[in-house]
């Protein structure tokens, strides 16, 4: 495990102490973005460019932060841009629009069209990774004024299923079950594994809060495990044995990731709830079904007038809700784009952490964890939904921040409630009309399935 020296780490959040750093673990971040440039963090014991490791960290030359997926410092690779097109923002538009039922006919028989075009799904999901960390890093950056944006690229732009990993795992013997669940379990731990080497450098590094918009939900676990009992089984499976080892494989990888939390205590973890409409206490997914003081779970909205058709949800295992329908923010080549997911909401959480902070940097993960749950605007649409079935209110979190630098948390909190109002947001008549939603319009959170 490469980690800092005491000494090394303590220089470095020493040099950064002002503002909260905000670590984006995703797809890779576009740091010379006109909204993210300002608010880089930069490793001020490295020198740019000169392929030595000044720090002796392991990581050569983490100016902005490290590729974990291809092991070097390149935290995003621009050769992609140029990808985005306007069938593409089209796309992105009327998707939006379809959620909000404001959608026509024709706009919505084009949507249905384009969705069964491989070339411009393939194109779609290539791009969707692509810029999914810089759209993820503008939201958190604009959300906390004085925040440092920490780029940690998990995610591969062009993710590739296991194949060859799991074929050697044939010659094994044994029951159809033990080979299986073998199987299952070497792929938990080389993605876990991958985790914990994270939560290590991004605590090192001082980052505060991290925000995790990624992850293997139960619909992507059947696809590996109907991939694993076929090599391993050599015939197809039946669809009740699939979901059975699904929930297995994903209840592994939580498992697995738990200690994600442990290796970074002063770190407050934001992670997405999921874009498949499920119910994630019943149907789990990584890593966000994670359980921790220092860790929030995000489903998404649609402004604060009702959960989103995709989002995840779960009243156990989903802590909060936040605005992720149509969320414009940065996109790699200072261009900017209107997405929807759980990944927009998370950010949106992660920003007002890091803005609580900005304010009171004395308050442990606990603390801005307790403060953005008791802050919600408690709605009727997310009861049961979520454990505090309500949205998150940025304002009123701020307040309790800015009270708990004089007085006891505990107090902050109520006399933030009694200063703040809910969050007015105006919902024109056209928007009343029932949500058209095509299922899988929305991208899947990325995940990270290539074993190294």
Known sequence: MKYLSKIMAAAIVTSQISAATIAIIDSGTDMQHEVIAPKAWINQLEIPGNQRDEDRNGYQDDVYGWNFAESNNQVIDYKYLGTLNDDMVKFFELQEKSMRGTITPEELDWMRSIIKNEDFIKR??????????????????????????????????????????????????????????????????????????????????????????????????????ETVMKTVSKKEPNPETVEHYAKYFVNALVDNSQSMLKAAPNTLFVFAAG?????????????????????????????????????????????????????????PGNKYIKVSGTSQAAPYVAGVAGKILDINPSLKPVDVKKII?????????????????????????????????????????????????????????????TPIYIKGSVLPLPSNFVLK
């Open 124 to 225: 779609m999901t290539v791009y969707g990774n692509f810029m999914h960390g810089t759209h993820v890093a503008g939201i958190s950056a604009t959300k906390s004024d004085d925040a440092k944006i920490l780029a940690v690229k998990l995610i591969p732009t062009e993710v590739k299923l296991p194949g060859q990993e799991i074929a050697s795992l044939n010659q094994d013997k044994g029951i159809i079950d033990f080979l299986v669940k073998r199987a299952i379990d070497a792929l938990a731990k080389a993605q876990t594994g991958t985790f914990n080497e994270i939560a290590y450098y991004v605590s090192d590094h001082g980052a505060k809060v991290a925000n995790g918009s990624f992850g293997t939900g139960f619909p992507q676990a059947k696809m590996i495990v």
């Open 373 to 433: 749950m008791e802050t919600v605007d408690t709605k009727s649409f997310l009861a049961g939904k979520v454990k505090t079935g309500g949205v998150v209110n940025s304002e009123r979190a701020q307040r309790a921040a800015i009270l708990s630098l004089d007085i006891s948390l505990s107090k902050a909190i109520a006399s933030a409630k009694e200063d703040v109002a809910d969050m007015e947001v105006e919902v024109r008549e056209k928007y009343r009309r």
């Open 275 to 331: 874009n498949d409409g499920l119910n994630n206490d019943e149907y789990p997914t990584s890593p966000t079904n994670i359980q921790g003081d220092n860790e929030l779970s995000v489903a998404a909205t649609i402004d604060y007038s009702s959960l989103a058709p995709f989002s995840n949800y779960g009243e156990k295992m989903v802590d909060v809700a936040a605005p992720g329908v149509g969320i414009l923010s940065s996109a």
